[in-house]
């Protein structure tokens, strides 16, 4: 058995189709909505990570350029340190050959006599010429001049008179 419809339900189907296919379209107008800001809300955040990605990789240059402009001055620092470390080890070992060279030199008498009289040559023939501790001599005068001829005046000295800069230039 069928059940008859009510005239009410009957006068209220074409409002009630109205209402479900005005439901349907708000339902898909805001699905569409939503897509679409959905696809836009994706489109800007993609654009903000392309930016953040930017400003990163801008910064990370920026980061690696000083960080590297610090790594070379201080390998700079460190070989000026091995080349000033070079250069005084090099310095010392002339001075301590030049040492031993004036000395091997004033052992000879005729050597330390022809010194003798260049001392005297200089301050006169009163002139008083004493043993340096070091195996050089000095001379002195009763008016309290003297020249000192000790190894390591003699060695400082001539060493004062070399041009080391020429000797630590490259090329």
């Not at 009289?117 to 501790?133: C, N």
């Not at 005046?153 to 230039?169: M, P, S």
Request: net charge negative; with cysteine.
């Amino acid at each position: 058995m069928t059940r008859a419809k009510d005239p009410l339900q009957i006068a209220l189907e074409p409002l009630r189709a109205a209402l479900i296919a005005r439901a349907r379209a708000d339902a898909d107008r805001l699905c569409a909505d939503a897509e679409t800001a959905g696809r836009e809300l994706l489109a800007g955040a993609g654009e903000e990570a392309e930016a953040l990605l930017a400003k990163a990789r801008a910064q990370g240059e920026t980061d690696a350029a000083a960080m590297f402009a610090s790594e070379m001055d201080r390998a700079r620092r460190s070989a000026r340190g091995v080349v000033l470390a070079a250069q005084r080890a090099a310095y010392n070992e002339l001075r301590q050959r030049a040492v031993t060279a004036v000395r091997g030199l004033l052992s000879d008498p005729a050597r330390r006599a022809r010194l003798a009289t260049v001392l005297r040559s200089q301050l006169g023939d009163q002139a008083v010429i004493h043993e340096h501790s070091d195996g050089g001599i000095v001379a002195e005068t009763s008016d309290g001049r003297s020249v000192d001829a000790s190894i390591e005046k003699l060695v400082d000295n001539a060493v004062g008179e070399l041009d080391l800069e020429q000797l630590w230039a490259v090329g």
